[in-house]
């Protein structure tokens, strides 16, 4: 069974969302995806999945796996694998004011 745990995020990420994405849980990445999702919309929260991004930092678009809207401001949270990847971050920085990285293990 993998967890999720963000391991970077900015200083003002909300932290009810920071305690739903924390504590996700999935057999692989996909239901990991699943559950955070559902966490959120449980929640309240409107979220999207693979929101499309003019950059990812290498010159191609790219897409960030979800995104909140709270209160008309999105944010964006990438789900990785072991750590976080650069071009999570970077869409993040990129494109939102407040964002977090999370990853399995």
């Given amino acids: 069974m993998n ?23 999935g057999e692989n990445a996909s239901d990991l995806h699943k559950d955070v999702m559902k966490r959120l919309k449980n929640a309240g929260f409107p979220v999207s999945k693979e929101f499309a991004v003019e950059s990812r930092g290498d010159g191609r678009k790219g897409r960030v796996d979800v995104v909140i809207n709270l209160d008309g401001e999105l944010i964006g949270v990438e789900l990785d694998g072991k750590s976080a990847r650069r071009k999570s971050i970077y869409k993040l920085q990129n494109n939102f004011k407040r964002w977090a990285v999370a990853v399995r293990y």
Avoid: M, Q
Wanted: aromatic share 18%; with cysteine.
């Fill in 3 to 25: 967890y999720t745990r963000i391991v970077k995020c900015t200083k003002d990420f909300p932290i009810e969302i920071f305690d739903l994405i924390g504590g996700s849980f």
